[in-house]
């Protein structure tokens, strides 16, 4: 029994020799320790049995951790060479893999999108009308005056019967104002055109977002509130914003509101002409003729409205100096903002 | 609108910062766009008085100058070219070391052997005009090594304001200058008129600036010294009438509507010529050109108060009279930019006795012109009905400073005193002398409207308590009247401020003038609205996002383009005749964007839209909806080094895919069917037979190295999914069974399907074509379609056998009804 022992001990500093023997030398340790008759292994386990009953139990457990030991460490170095020898058979792992076409939202929708998101965690849901418009909705329910140089033909197109093609998404605060109670709280976004001949920075069609809130009560400090945290979340949480006093027909007081240049943070750079502000949007209180016009108490209600241009916005945000990139839809510059291949 | 800072400081008579005062207007007022410097480049120049002349030992042209330019050292030896340089005058000098316009930095340097300390510079190279014939005379006692900024006044800024439609009152340095007063503190005082030098006014360019070889001219400019009135212009005298005689002059206002208020004044014996530097100077400082006394005079006048004038020469009327009525259809005038212009009876004109002389408001003729030989004035001062002008000034397409007004709402209360400042000026600059006080026919006078404001509506509005104290600080500010009456404030509008017109006008200047960055911009608690989200954008955004997972790029084509049928919406005034119809359909304007792709080379083209098309059918009003449109072509996959150099293109039955999941996507519950007609292709069906959209091979401008393209267009439908409904996982096993049949021609897949679907009944759980084949064993015309079928009760495990009666079932009625046969071998 201690000879066995003894011989057990010796043959587990064979082990050691595992982690560097090659294919060859593996199978032959394998055949000489762990082989079906000669193993040195399997005879000792072979003579086990014949051991007397009080050391039996010793030496065969022994021995098989031994074995399972010895088996592990061959299959190991096995992996090891079987790796190896893989790369050695040419599988370049830096090759390319295979790919499907990948798809993307346009990148005028992902900023309209995420505009719309901001706005509905501060309450608004998504409205729309139509894009052929009358008159009325389009400036007199506005608070346009008859005369006003917007109704200038040259600056709108017409298409007869009183229709004209939107020129901006703030028809659809009547269209909301005349079919919804208070309180409102709508984002709308959509096309709208104006005759402007295509260049580097216009196009006759561009996409808008109008929104409006109107209930009892609401002030200066809601409007500004909520359009300075749409600002903060849109762009960064320090961005700085500023109001200044503008002029639309259908607000009163109007304000522009322009937030800190996001290229030079301010210094003043040329996308914001030296000033360091970029101009966002246009806004306002909701004038009381608006709500009038709608059969909306102007003492009882009030609110806001403003109207953004998500493609200005986007083209300011990622660098794009031509507005007609955005309409030309070479798949190269759509895949850039899918995050594809092509 | 420009307006000049050192024009700004005479009104209120203190320095100002041109930075400071473009933020004060723009977070105030208005808008300013730009801040634009003047002569500020001159910083390094001085004044040098020349105390000697000689001749320059190598050169005959050129002098040696000894120049005392205030420096320690003593005189400096500069060499100078000019012919006009002489002992004893001064001339701005740049030493060396000096930056000049252009950037050019003076360095110290030999002329034909001599050494010149820096030089004596002409009016062009300080950039203050053309003339580099020879050096700047400089009439000025300041002493040698001035500033040369300091002593003459050139140096400026011009603040390019933004000035919204409503606000008029902008379009006058006055007006600036009163919104500044409130916001930075001060008042505005309009400047003396500098007294003529020697009794009529003198030649000049610029302020203080002779000619190189011309006579000196006075300092001037705002910081020059008061000056009476040349003559006491009178009171006018507010007529009822509607017409009147001022100093030989017959008046006749017989179109009130158009002039609700007019007035004439006559100055007799002026004499025009160029205007003195000074007031030149303010003129070309705002970029306007300097003509000559008289209309520089107006022209002020314009740019200080917004009142825009017009003289004209009273030697040149007939009657002599001045008759302010429509114009007569068809009368012609030839305006001062020399073109005939015909008028139209919605036009106001002023006429002599015989002809239009003005176009009223927007410009006068080029024969009733003021010229050199003019000696009497009739200089009219008027209101006239903004929309009047407007209409005209379209219908001639003839705009000018004064329309610009005129069309925004000047002043009608202020008109008196325009005049009167008017009359002082011409009198200052030109001469001559107003007999009788102006004519003022006014026939329906008008007051200051006075709105009614309620201190607790301001703070209810804005949001914070504002006192009343400071409201009344704020509008008094700027021109309103404040009066307590019944617990409000009864606010009196000044008349240069037509927009003001209710209450919320007023909340309006009290929180810009406070500023709106005053106020908290912390979320307060809301109530949530009524409003669902539009069925119309979930629709979209569900399509929109389905089609991206298919592989497709979003693209926004423009919603103008060609005529695309009879029904097509037509634009009245289009940009072009390329862009005068609204699309009808997406998929002409995705195929242009496919073209356009090709020309840049691109292959692999997968795009789709969702957008508003537009049809107008015969009798019927303009309608709209939006479609869903893709296009198709090129490569199915991305190319792969595994799958050699080249992947297979997409070709119909990728189309048909797309077709089908965008049917899905857009119309649910419409059925994807082939076309009709003999054409490839596939419609999509509602219910009830209607055809909402369709898919096929797409013609195009394509390029020869170009795949086969594809398109297909549906109508979005508005209405929901309805949620999906869960179908038990089967549990117990399929059995599966493939038979290939032999189709006869004109026998479909869908045929098959069907007949096979119903013979074998609900056992049948799918059927999957997986090969086609035609050829060798195949009759002619026939052709094997192989299927894959799964069998499987939900209850129980089904035996071959079962399977094998329910196939033979199906192969039975598939003869039967089809004359199908299962392939033989």
Redesign the interface.
Known sequence: MRDLLAALTELRERLQEIPQADERRLQDLKTEILGRKAGTLTQILGRVPKLDPSSRKEVGAAANALKREFEAAFAARERELKRAAGSVTGLDLT??G?????????L??QVV?EICDIFRE???????G???ETERYNFFALNFPK???AL???DS?????G?L?RTHTSPVQIR?LER???????VI?G?VYR?D?FDASH???F?QIEGL?V?E??????F???L??FARRFFTADTR???????FPFT?????MDVQCQICKGAGCATC?QTGWMEILGSG?V??AVLENCGVSSERY?GFAWGMGPARIAMTRHGIADIRL???????F??QF?G??? | MIVSRRWLEALLGRPLDARELAESL??????VD?VIPRHQDLGDVLIGRVLDVQKHPNADRLSLCRVDAGGAGGPVEVVCGAPNVQAGKTYPYAPVGATLPGGVKLERRKIRGVESNGMLCSAKELGLGEDHAGILELDTTAPPGSRFLDVVPVADHQIVIDV????PDLLCHKGVARELAAVLGGTVKLPPIPAPAGGTARAGGDAALGGPRGAPSRRGGGTATAAEPGVAAGRSRPAAATSGVVDGVEVRLEDPEGAPRYMIAVIRGVKVAPSPGWLSGRLTAIGQRSINNVVDATNYILFELNQPLHAFDLAKLNGPAVVVRRAKPGEKIVTLDGLTRTLTSDMTAICDAKRPTIVAGVMGSADSEVSPATTDLVLECAYFQ??RI??TR?ALELSSESSYRFERGIDMLGMPDALRRAIELIVAVAGGELREPPLDLWPEPQQEKTIFLRPERVA?????PVEPAEIERRLTAVGFFLAPKDGRLAVQVPGWRP?VT?E??L??EV??LKG??A??????P?????????P??LAR?RV?EG??????????????GPPDGPDS????????AE?AH?RRRLLPG?VR?VE??WA?G?R?????EV??V?RKPAGS??E?WTSVAAVLTGAR??P???QGAKLPDMDIWDLKHHFELAVELAAPGCNVEPATGGEVGWVAVQPGGDVVGQAGPLEADAPAWAVPLFGLEVRLALTGRSPVAYRPLPVQPAVEHDVALVLPAGVSVAQVAAVLQRAVGPLLERLEVFDEYRGAGIPAGHRSVAWHCTFRDPERTLREAEVKAALAQGLVALEDELGVRRREG
């Open positions: 090759m390319p295979r790919a499907v076409w990948r798809g993307g939202l346009h005028v929708t999108n501060l309450g608004f849901t998504r409205a729309v139509p894009e052929a005369d006003h140089p200038d033909a040259q197109f017409y298409l007869g019967d229709l093609l909301t919804y109670p208070p309180p409102i709280r709508v976004p096309q005759r001949p196009s006759p069609v996409e809130a209930d009560g609401l002030s200066f400090v809601d500004k509130a909520t300075a945290t914003v500023r109001f200044r006093p503008s002029f009163e007081p109007s304000a522009e002409k209180l004038h009381p009030s955005l309409h030309e839809s070479d798949v190269r759509l895949a899918a594809g291949v092509r | 723009t977070m105030h007022a208005a808008a730009a919204p439609a409503n606000r903004p929309t407007r209409r379209r209810h509005l804005l949001g914070v927009d209710r919320v006008d909340i309006e929180a810009r709106y960055d106020f908290p911009d912390e979320l307060r809301y109530r949530p609205g009524t409003v669902p989200d539009a119309e954008e955004a929109r089609l991206v997972r298919l592989g497709l790029l979003e693209a926004r084509t423009i919603p103008l919406v037509t634009i009245l005034n289009p940009l072009s862009e609204l995705l964007r356009h792709n840049n691109n692999d083209i997968r795009l789709f957008g508003t537009f009003p303009v709209e996959q991305p792969h080094w595994s």
